[in-house]
Every structure is written in structure tokens, then in C-alpha cells.
């Protein structure tokens, strides 16, 4: 989205506001739980900051790079080049149907990715930050592959949760990260490890052969000597973070930083660079950076092949990277990224010594699941980014359903049922009834012109004007702080408060033949307030806020193809002047047929997720059979203990080592 003087650059003097959402992985269709976690929270920040008029760059990107593409890549039968190219065009064309306003959408196989990822390790190997290792790496035999296997060439069981479907970098199920083979000890008998677990049982991923350990050099960045300055780094900025994201950071920190391997043998990747002094270009010749090195350098990788066009030497991208009393970050995405943008990018940030623009606010969301199971691609279980296309729903439904369940402090829904009342109800009986009242009675009634406003003051209108602009001040301070889901429904409070006026002032023909100045007084201020709405709603919902605009009268500037928003301090009311011409009534939303709910549920995954269910089910089942065995086993126990006690209480108690013999017994003497 550059303008027509070129790309937006930050101004002097100005709140510049740069925005990030975590690269999407390209090797598969984005779910709406991957949209509304990242780019679709980021989308309404940018376009939020926008309205209010701030330079604002929004950047995203694929990320293309690493082990996951080139096993999928082979899964297709192509190279991993095709399989980018492939993803990359799937997602952009799932993006912009949900009308995601990215400045710049890039990739991170360019010329730029590679020179600044390898700059950026120069300098880290230059101070210190880098170390070389030689490791014991899994190494598969057979012959057709033999090779080093990357870790997510290796799966098996994880050593923490025991969950059998691990990789070797990370374990999806408890969400630890793992080393593909258990570490060697160190000289101390330590671990030398960069996850907190291991496989159990690894097999390669390719033949499911077992692989062997064998030695070789790997590079590693020295988290663990640059723990003060992230720990130091962390202590100001974290008060403008999400408590999920700072809870996960600190217990990265809490159990200590250790160095973390960034290079990996594989081919599709940015290459070790060459040249520099002390670091063997032959031991590295085949090796490439990690991607979870790289992947985070691709933020100002994209945005120098948006700033700079293309010229490599160009360094206008600083202007936005290397700027930090000028420019304030925000960054977007779900909780699974966030050590990577807490620890692992700052820590290489502060490791170059450079004056970086790092993370000021870090929006993180919980998981979206999806009809009480989950979503999966294989099993075709869930909407996915093409599927909601299919369904013949506009994408601002789309939005307004994911923004108002976003799940910002703990995991959330995806209901078809909710789905369909929300639109049905939230948008159609709200909002879509406030519009088609005030449009349609102006055009009828009032020459399709805006009325002029009574020279002399309504007093009880004036309570509506205080009313909105106590919502519109909460509205803005909710946005600015991430917190969506409260602007969205602060959206709909002051729509319904524009319902609320008609309804008060019982806006009909009687009205206008009995209290004309009232009734024109009302239709100004409830067109300026449709007016207020399209501002704050063009965030979330911005096909339906251009709508709007359009049929209260406004157009766009010739050549541009939206009409412009401005998100205002105060609403004065006065936007639309007495006598001009207002536009067309437009339907902004139509009713969901009931008949929806299980031709949806059966389209998208009815089978396989009653299955899913019957097996989450059965394991809850199991696990509640399990604990009632073990506390029916702790209640047969404490019951033994308790007649145990009873029992010796009843034995006669002894005096002197010896039992007394009651009247008429005689004691046995022990025998010598």
C-alpha cells in the first residue's frame, strides 16, 4: 500500500507505528485460527493507527525457509522453490479476500533476506556471540538418504509428555522444545542441550529407519551471555505485552538461557556466509542458518524490498528498523511464536550491538479451536481460509465472528450456531437496521438530502452526543491497547445507542408532519453518527464501513478506489453539511438461512469430528475411570490403616514388659 509519493517512511516529530505479524509458514492453508492469531488482529491495528492518522507501516511476509518445506516439498514431489511459489500465491489470495491490508507482503527466499540475515551474523560471530560446537547429530545409513537429518527429520516420543507423535525440534502436544536424540553429557555431566527434552525411540522421518549418532560442527548464539542485556531489555518493555506472552518469556528466563543452535544440513536455506576470519568455509559449505534464526529477520528483509525497491545497497528500511526513539513496534501473533520474538530476536538484536527498533507492544492470542475438537487439515476437520470463500458469506462476517471471539486470554470457539446469530442478530438487527432506517427514511422523506440541523439547540439530543463520545473515548483506548475484542463491542454499543434515538424519538411520517425540526434534527444526527460509525468500524469491518460511506453521500478521490476514514478525539456531529446529497441504500447484511447450521457442520469435517469427539471422549473417560481406581485404592488404604488402629487399641495394654494374668489365669513362664 505505498502511496502515489512512494513508500510511507517514518516522520520527524510524528508517532510512527511499525506492525509485524508473524510470517505464516507456507506449507499450508492458513485455518481461521492462523488468521485471526496473526494477520487479521494486526490488520485492524494497522488500519486503526491509520485512521487515526499515524505513519504506519504494516509488514508480513511468508516464511519459506527450513526442514518443513523440503519434507513437503518431497511429500509433492517437487523442489522447494515450486512448493514456495505454490503457498505463497494460496495465502496472498486467502489474504486479500479477507481484505488484510499489508503495505507489503513479501518472502523470505530474496537477495535482501540473505544480505541482511548475514549481516546481521557477522556481527554476532565479530562480538563474541557465536560459538562453534561439535555435536552428536542423528546421521540415517541407509544408503539412498545418507545424510545428517535436520530435527524435524526426526520424530519419535517426547521424553517430557510421552506424547508418540513428537518431532525433533519441538513437541506440538505439551509445546516443548526437544533435541531429536538425548543431548551428550558435558564435562560437569550435563545435558548439552538447546530444548528442555529429547526424543525417545527416534526413526527417521523419510524411511523410519533408526538413526545413528555420529559427530558434527554446528554454530550456535550465546543466549546465555547475552541473558543480562534481554533480562535488562525485558524489565522496560514488558508492561506493554499480554500476560500469556510475559508468563511464557519469563519462564524462558526463570529456567536460565542457554546457547541455541542457528545452523542446520540442509540445502533450501540462507547460507553460512564466507570470508569471514576464524570460521571454516569448508566445514560449513553445506550447512544453512536455522530458520527460526532467519525467520524474524525477514520483518526488515520484507521491508527493504519495500522501502528500497529493490536496490540492494539501499538502507531506507533503517529509517524503520534502526530508528527506536522514532519509531514504536507492535507485533502480533499466537502464543506458540512468542519465545521467538522475546528471546531469540531480541537476543540476536542486542548481540550486533546496533541501535535496533525492538518489540514495544507484543499482542499474543490462546488457541481457537474448533466445535469442541480441532482443526485438522488431513482430516478435513475445521474452516480454512479458501473454505470460507466457499461458503458465499462476505469476508466482514467473516471478520466481525473471529475478532469478537478472539481469543485473548484464553482459548476460544468456532461455532457455527454463533456464527450464524451473530450475523443474524449482532450485524442485521444493529447495525444493518440503524443504516437502513436513517438511509432510507432521508431519501423517502428529505429529498435524499442531509437536513439542516435546527439553529436552535434540542437540549435531550444533546445526551446521545455525550453518551457517543464516552464510548468513542473508550473505543480508542481499548484499540490502541490491543484489546480488540472490547473495541468491536464498543463498535456495536455506540450503534446501538444511534438505535436507541430513533427509537426515543419514535422517528416516523408522524413525526415529521407533527415535530419537523425535531425529525430533521434526528436524521442529521443520526446520518453524522452513521458517519462516526463507518470510522470505527472500518478496522474490523472495512467492505461494510466503505458501504456506509457511500450511501450517506461521500465518494472517493479520483483514482482511489476507498473512500477516505478519519478516527476523530471528539465526534462533533458535523461532517455531513446541511443540503448535500446522500447516496443509495445498500443492504449491509442478509439474513443466514437456519437450514445452514448442519449443511456447514456436515461441509466441514461432521464425520471426522463426531470421530474426534468420540476419542476425546473415550480418553477423558478412561482418565476418569483411572482417578476414581486410584481414589477408591487411597480410600480401601486409609480403611486398612483405620482397623488397624481400632485392632491394637483393643489389645490389653502392658505394664512392666509383661502382661497381668486376669482372676484365675495362670502365666506361662517363658521357656529358657
Not at 550491538?353 to 518489540?359: G, P, S, Y
Not at 438511509?439 to 439547540?457: G, H, I, N, S
Not at 480401601?636 to 490403616?641: F, M
Request: hydrophobic letters at 35%; proline letters at 5%.
Amino acid at each position: 500500500m505505498a502511496s502515489k509519493n512512494g513508500p510511507v517512511l517514518p516522520q520527524p516529530g510524528k508517532e510512527n507505528i511499525l506492525i509485524t505479524s508473524a510470517l505464516p509458514y507456507v506449507n499450508n492453508v492458513p485455518h481461521l485460527g492462523n488468521i485471526i492469531g496473526s494477520v487479521l488482529s494486526a490488520d485492524v491495528f494497522a488500519r486503526f493507527c491509520r485512521a487515526r492518522g499515524l505513519p504506519t507501516l504494516y509488514i508480513c511476509g511468508s516464511d519459506e525457509y527450513g526442514t518443513a518445506t523440503e519434507t513437503k516439498a518431497l511429500s509433492e514431489g517437487v523442489d522447494p522453490a515450486t512448493l514456495c511459489a505454490k503457498y505463497h500465491a494460496l495465502h496472498k489470495d486467502v489474504y486479500d479476500w479477507f481484505r488484510i491490508s499489508f503495505d507489503k507482503f513479501g518472502r523470505t527466499p530474496t537477495d535482501e533476506h540473505t544480505g541482511i540475515t548475514q549481516e546481521i551474523f557477522a556481527q554476532l560471530w565479530k562480538n563474541g556471540f557465536i560459538e562453534e560446537r561439535e555435536t552428536t547429530q542423528a546421521f540415517c545409513a541407509v544408503p539412498e538418504h545418507n545424510t545428517f537429518l535436520a530435527d524435524r527429520y526426526v520424530e519419535g516420543e517426547c521424553s517430557i509428555c510421552h506424547d508418540l507423535g513428537a518431532r525433533g525440534d519441538q513437541c506440538d502436544a505439551c509445546g516443548n522444545l526437544l533435541d531429536p536424540i538425548q543431548p551428550d553429557k558435558n564435562a560437569a555431566g550435563e545435558d548439552e542441550s538447546k530444548g528442555t527434552g529429547w526424543l525417545i525411540n527416534p526413526r527417521c522421518k523419510l524411511d523410519g529407519s533408526t538413526p545413528e549418532r555420529r559427530k558434527t560442527k554446528h554454530l550456535y548464539i550465546r543466549l546465555d551471555e547475552l541473558n543480562k542485556e534481554i533480562t535488562a531489555w525485558l524489565d522496560k518493555v514488558e508492561n506493554g505485552w499480554s500476560a500469556n506472552c510475559v508468563a511464557i518469556t519469563r519462564s524462558w528466563i526463570n529456567n536460565g538461557l542457554k546457547p541455541r543452535g542457528i545452523t542446520r544440513d540442509l540445502k533450501w536455506g540462507v547460507p553460512i556466509p564466507k570470508g569471514l576470519e576464524g570460521l571454516s568455509e569448508e566445514e560449513y559449505a553445506n550447512k544453512v542458518f536455522y530458520v527460526w534464526f532467519d525467520a524474524c529477520i525477514g520483518y526488515a528483509s520484507i521491508t527493504k524490498c519495500y522501502t528500497d525497491e529493490g536496490n540492494l545497497e539501499g538502507r531506507n528500511w533503517e529509517q524503520w528498523w534502526k530508528n527506536p526513539d522514532n519509531v514504536t513496534l507492535y507485533q502480533f501473533m499466537g502464543k506458540d511464536n512468542v519465545p521467538f520474538h522475546t528471546i531469540i530476536f531480541p537476543g540476536t538484536q542486542l548481540g550486533t550491538k546496533e541501535k535496533w527498533t525492538q518489540v514495544n507492544h507484543l499482542s499474543t492470542t490462546e488457541y481457537l479451536n474448533y466445535e469442541g475438537g480441532k482443526f485438522s487439515k488431513s482430516k478435513g476437520v475445521g474452516v480454512f481460509g479458501n473454505n470460507a470463500r466457499d461458503t458465499g458469506i462476505d469476508p466482514d462476517v467473516w471478520r466481525y465472528y473471529l475478532l469478537s471471539r478472539r481469543p485473548e486470554s484464553g482459548d476460544s470457539e468456532f461455532k457455527w450456531e454463533e456464527f450464524i446469530d451473530s450475523n443474524n442478530n449482532d450485524l442485521l438487527k444493529n447495525l444493518g437496521n440503524l443504516c437502513q432506517r436513517v438511509v432510507k427514511f432521508c431519501q423517502a422523506k428529505l429529498d435524499a438530502k442531509v437536513p439542516e440541523y435546527p439553529k436552535t439547540p434540542i437540549a435531550s439530543l444533546d445526551e446521545y452526543k455525550e453518551e457517543i463520545n464516552k464510548l468513542l473515548k473508550e473505543y480508542n483506548e481499548q484499540v490502541k491497547g490491543t484489546k480488540l475484542r472490547a473495541g468491536l463491542a464498543t463498535v456495536l454499543s455506540i450503534s446501538a445507542v444511534g438505535n436507541k434515538l430513533l427509537q426515543d424519538n419514535k422517528l416516523s411520517n408522524q413525526l415529521l408532519t407533527e415535530e419537523p425540526e425535531r425529525c430533521t434534527a434526528v436524521i442529521n444526527l443520526a446520518l453524522n453518527l452513521l458517519h462516526l460509525i463507518a470510522g470505527v468500524l472500518t478496522p474490523y469491518m472495512p467492505g461494510s464501513a466503505q458501504s456506509i460511506l457511500r450511501q450517506i453521500g461521500l465518494k472517493a478521490a479520483e483514482g482511489e478506489s476507498d473512500i477516505p476514514v478519519v478516527i476523530p478525539d471528539t465526534w462533533t456531529a458535523d461532517a455531513l453539511k446541511a443540503g448535500e446529497p446522500i447516496g443509495t441504500p445498500e443492504l449491509l447484511f442478509s439474513q443466514i438461512p437456519a437450514a445452514k447450521l448442519e449443511e456447514w457442520r456436515e461441509a466441514y469435517g461432521g464425520e471426522e469430528l463426531r470421530k474426534q469427539k468420540e476419542i476425546e471422549a473415550e480418553k477423558a473417560a478412561a482418565k476418569k475411570l483411572q482417578r476414581e481406581k486410584e481414589k477408591e485404592k487411597k480410600k480401601a488404604k486409609k480403611e486398612k490403616e483405620r482397623l488397624a488402629k481400632e485392632q491394637a487399641a483393643k489389645e490389653p495394654a502392658t505394664a512392666g514388659g509383661d502382661a497381668q494374668p486376669a482372676a484365675g489365669e495362670t502365666k506361662e513362664l517363658p521357656l529358657r
